[in-house]
C-alpha cells in the first residue's frame, strides 16, 4: 500500500455521504442538514473524516446547493436511475464520478463516527484478497452502509440491481465482505431515523 491522504497507509479514497433517500419516516426532512448532536449532519461527517480522504461526495436528489454554499468543496451526484432504489443504487451510481478506486460510504444518518475507521476498514479489506468490501460492525450489530468498497465491486452491484435485488446484506455475501468490529458502550441510535428516535438520542446525549 501507498501513502495517501496526510500519511495515512492505505490507497488514495473518496468519502461518498449517502443521502439519496425520501426520509418518510422523518417526514421528509433532509436529514443531512439536520442537527443530531451539536452540528449539522453534513459539517459533522465532514470535519471527521476530510483529512483522511482525497475527496468528499454527497450522493443526493436534492439541496445540492446548499450544501455547496456550507462546504464549497463538496461534489455532489444523483443516483443513476431515479425512483429511491436505495444505498446499493447510490453506491453503484457513485463509480460514474468519482476518481479514487476505493469509496468510504456513510450513511447521512449515522450519529457515531469511530476514530480510524477508513484504517481499520482497509485492514479488514485487507485480510483477503477476494474481498472487494468490508464494513462497520458496532456493538455487534451490523451497519452495512457503513462500508468500504472496491471499484471491482462494480460489476456484482449492477447485477444485483439489474434482478431487483437491493439487499446490501445479499449483495455484499458475493463480494467476499470483512468486518471491522468497533465498541461503543454510550451509544443508543447507531443511526436516526424518526423524529421519536432524533428526540431520544438528544434526551440520552444530554443526560450523559
Given at each position: 500500500?501507498k501513502?495517501?491522504?496526510?500519511?495515512?497507509?492505505?490507497?488514495?479514497?473518496?468519502?461518498?455521504?449517502?443521502?439519496g433517500?425520501?426520509?418518510?419516516?422523518?417526514?421528509?426532512?433532509?436529514?443531512?442538514?439536520?442537527?443530531?448532536?451539536?452540528?449539522?449532519?453534513?459539517?459533522?461527517?465532514?470535519?471527521?473524516?476530510?483529512s483522511?480522504?482525497?475527496?468528499?461526495?454527497?450522493?443526493?436528489?436534492?439541496?445540492?446547493?446548499?450544501?455547496?454554499?456550507?462546504?464549497?468543496s463538496?461534489?455532489c451526484?444523483?443516483?443513476?436511475?431515479?425512483?429511491?432504489?436505495?444505498?446499493?443504487?447510490?453506491?453503484?451510481?457513485a463509480?460514474?464520478h468519482?476518481?479514487a478506486?476505493?469509496?468510504?460510504?456513510?450513511?447521512?444518518d449515522?450519529?457515531?463516527?469511530?476514530?480510524?475507521v477508513?484504517?481499520?476498514?482497509?485492514?479488514?479489506?485487507?485480510?483477503?484478497s477476494?474481498?472487494?468490501?468490508?464494513?462497520v460492525?458496532?456493538?455487534?450489530?451490523?451497519l452495512?452502509?457503513?462500508?468500504?468498497?472496491?471499484?471491482?465491486?462494480?460489476?456484482?452491484?449492477?447485477h444485483?440491481?439489474?434482478?431487483?435485488?437491493?439487499?446490501?446484506?445479499h449483495?455484499?455475501?458475493?463480494?467476499?465482505?470483512?468486518?471491522?468490529?468497533?465498541?461503543?458502550?454510550?451509544?443508543?441510535?447507531?443511526s436516526?431515523n424518526?423524529?421519536?428516535?432524533?428526540?431520544?438520542?438528544?434526551?440520552i446525549?444530554?443526560?450523559?
Amino acid at each position: 500500500m501507498k501513502n495517501s491522504v496526510k500519511n495515512s497507509i492505505y490507497p488514495d479514497t473518496d468519502l461518498v455521504i449517502l443521502a439519496g433517500g425520501q426520509a418518510r419516516r422523518m417526514n421528509g426532512l433532509n436529514k443531512l442538514l439536520q442537527k443530531f448532536d451539536d452540528q449539522i449532519q453534513l459539517i459533522k461527517i465532514h470535519q471527521q473524516l476530510k483529512s483522511d480522504v482525497a475527496q468528499v461526495w454527497i450522493n443526493s436528489h436534492r439541496d445540492d446547493s446548499i450544501y455547496q454554499k456550507i462546504i464549497p468543496s463538496i461534489h455532489c451526484y444523483q443516483d443513476d436511475e431515479q425512483g429511491f432504489l436505495g444505498p446499493l443504487m447510490g453506491m453503484k451510481s457513485a463509480w460514474s464520478h468519482v476518481q479514487a478506486d476505493y469509496v468510504l460510504f456513510v450513511p447521512c444518518d449515522v450519529t457515531y463516527i469511530p476514530p480510524k475507521v477508513i484504517l481499520k476498514l482497509h485492514l479488514a479489506l485487507a485480510k483477503n484478497s477476494l474481498a472487494e468490501v468490508a464494513y462497520v460492525e458496532m456493538n455487534g450489530t451490523a451497519l452495512y452502509p457503513f462500508c468500504l468498497v472496491k471499484r471491482s465491486s462494480l460489476a456484482s452491484f449492477t447485477h444485483h440491481l439489474e434482478q431487483k435485488q437491493r439487499s446490501l446484506k445479499h449483495c455484499f455475501a458475493d463480494l467476499h465482505a470483512q468486518v471491522a468490529h468497533f465498541t461503543n458502550h454510550a451509544l443508543f441510535f447507531h443511526s436516526i431515523n424518526s423524529p421519536d428516535e432524533l428526540q431520544q438520542h438528544q434526551q440520552i446525549k444530554f443526560l450523559h
